[in-house]
Nanobody, 127 residues
């Protein structure tokens, strides 16, 4: 049984920073493809970033250059460092993990359906 638990959300002023954490337990391994999504009120869940588990990261255009995804294999934790935050970054941030091989995950990295495991989310508010 796989569990993902996010933490680190909060309220911050525009231009500030936050670091989100996603603690994984169960069958998640360092080589799993992991992603972050976010959902603003009344909108669909949007892809933010993916770490393919074998050394390459990918970002949505709106966060490229400001956000960094990383994994700490020793702690079985995925991070999302968010800098230069903007009000439009506000939303619930979800951690996600994929069971598929890294190639399949990367090809479909922005699709919600690519990921098999989801956390409950953490709220980020930028004002």
């Amino acid at each position: 049984h796989v569990q993902l638990v996010e933490s680190g959300g909060g309220s911050v002023q525009a231009g500030g920073s936050l670091r989100l954490s996603c603690a994984a337990s169960g069958s998640i391994q360092r080589t799993n493809c992991m992603g972050w999504f976010r959902q603003a009120p009344g909108k669909e869940r949007d892809w933010v970033a993916t770490d393919n588990g074998v050394g390459t990261t990918y970002y949505g255009d709106s966060v490229k250059g400001r956000f960094t995804i990383s994994q700490d294999s020793a702690k079985n934790t995925v991070y999302l460092q968010m800098n230069s935050l903007k009000p439009e970054d506000t939303g619930i941030y979800y951690c996600a993990g994929a069971k598929s091989n890294w190639y399949t995950c990367v090809v479909n990295r922005s699709a919600v359906g690519t990921y098999d495991y989801w956390g409950l989310g953490t709220q980020v508010t930028v004002s």
